[in-house]
C-alpha cells in the first residue's frame, strides 16, 4: 500500500535550518510529483511547494520562497526540503503529499493531493 | 493568488441533518481543479472530491459536490457521527495553490 513517512521535524531557533526528508513506498514515485503542505498549530492548511516527477517544475508559496528549497531523489523513492532562515510563523505540521491523477507542466502542477503522509512538527522558538 | 473563502465559520448541527459548505474563489477557478478535503483531530486530510463533483475512491455518496461560477458547495446529505470534522477547499490549477480557511461541522 502507498505510504509517505515524513522525518526530520523538531526544535529550531529563528534563524536556524532544518531539513526534512519524506520517504515513499507502494507506488512508481518516478512517476508523480510530490508537494509540501503545512499546518500551524489550530490554524488552517497552506500549500509551500512542489516538484515535478524529473524535478524540472518547481513552486514555492510566497511565504517560504528563497528560504526553502525543495528536492527529491527518485533513486531512494524520497522528497526533500530545506528550510533556512527560519521563523516563528514557520512552526506548523507539515505534510508531505501526491496525486495519484495529476500532471505537471512548466506552467506548474496541477491535480488533488489524494495521499498523505502523517506529518512532522517542526517548532521554531528560542 | 486566488483567494477561496469558506462559509459558514463553524456549523452546528445533527446526526442524520443535511449540511451545506460553501467555497468562493476570489477569481476564476476551473472546476477541474477544485477539490474538497476532510480533516479530524491529529489527522492528516482526506481527500473526499476533486474536479468540483467527483468523488474520491471510497467516499460514501453522501458527499457531494458542485460547481456554479467561482461558487463551489460541498453537500453532505445526511451527516454521520464520522463526519463531524473540518472541511478544506482547494484549488490546485496553475502555478500556485490554496486552500480556504476551513469550515468546522461541529456536533449540535
Same mark, same amino acid.
Request: hydrophobic share 35%; charged share 15%.
Given at each position: /500500500? ?11 531557533? #529563528? ?30 492548511? %497552506? ?23 525543495? =528536492? ?9 526540503? /530545506? ?16 496525486? =495519484? ?8 502542477? %496541477?491535480?488533488?493531493? &489524494? ?12 | ?6 462559509? #459558514?465559520?463553524?456549523?452546528?448541527? =445533527? #446526526? ?65 457521527? %464520522? &463526519? ?16 480556504? /480557511? ?7
Amino acid at each position: /500500500q502507498v505510504q509517505l513517512v515524513e522525518s526530520g521535524g523538531g526544535l529550531v531557533k #529563528p534563524g536556524g535550518s532544518l531539513s526534512l526528508s519524506c520517504v515513499a513506498s507502494g507506488f512508481a514515485f518516478t512517476d508523480y510529483y510530490m508537494s509540501w503542505i503545512r499546518q500551524a498549530p489550530g490554524q488552517g492548511l %497552506e500549500w509551500i511547494s512542489y516538484i515535478s516527477s524529473n524535478g524540472h517544475t518547481i513552486y514555492y508559496s510566497d511565504s517560504v520562497k528563497g528560504r526553502f528549497t525543495i =528536492s527529491r531523489d527518485n533513486a531512494k523513492s524520497s522528497l526533500y526540503l /530545506q528550510m533556512v532562515s527560519l521563523r516563528a510563523e514557520d512552526t506548523a505540521v507539515y505534510y508531505c503529499a501526491f496525486a =495519484s491523477i495529476g500532471y505537471c507542466r512548466s506552467a506548474g502542477c %496541477e491535480g488533488a493531493p &489524494d495521499y498523505w503522509g502523517q506529518g512532522t512538527l517542526v517548532t521554531v522558538s528560542s | 493568488e486566488i483567494v477561496l473563502t469558506q462559509s #459558514p465559520g463553524t456549523l452546528s448541527l =445533527s #446526526p442524520g441533518e443535511r449540511a451545506t459548505l460553501s467555497c468562493r474563489a476570489s477569481q476564476s477557478v476551473s472546476s477541474t481543479f477544485l477539490a474538497w478535503y476532510q480533516q479530524k483531530p491529529g489527522q492528516a486530510p482526506r481527500l473526499l472530491i476533486s474536479g468540483a463533483s467527483r468523488r474520491a475512491a471510497g467516499i460514501p455518496d453522501r458527499f457531494s459536490g458542485s460547481a456554479s461560477g467561482t461558487d463551489f458547495t460541498l453537500t453532505i446529505s445526511r451527516l454521520e457521527p %464520522e &463526519d463531524f470534522a473540518v472541511y478544506y477547499c482547494q484549488q490546485n490549477g496553475g502555478s500556485f495553490w490554496t486552500f480556504g /480557511q476551513g469550515t468546522k461541522v461541529e456536533v449540535k
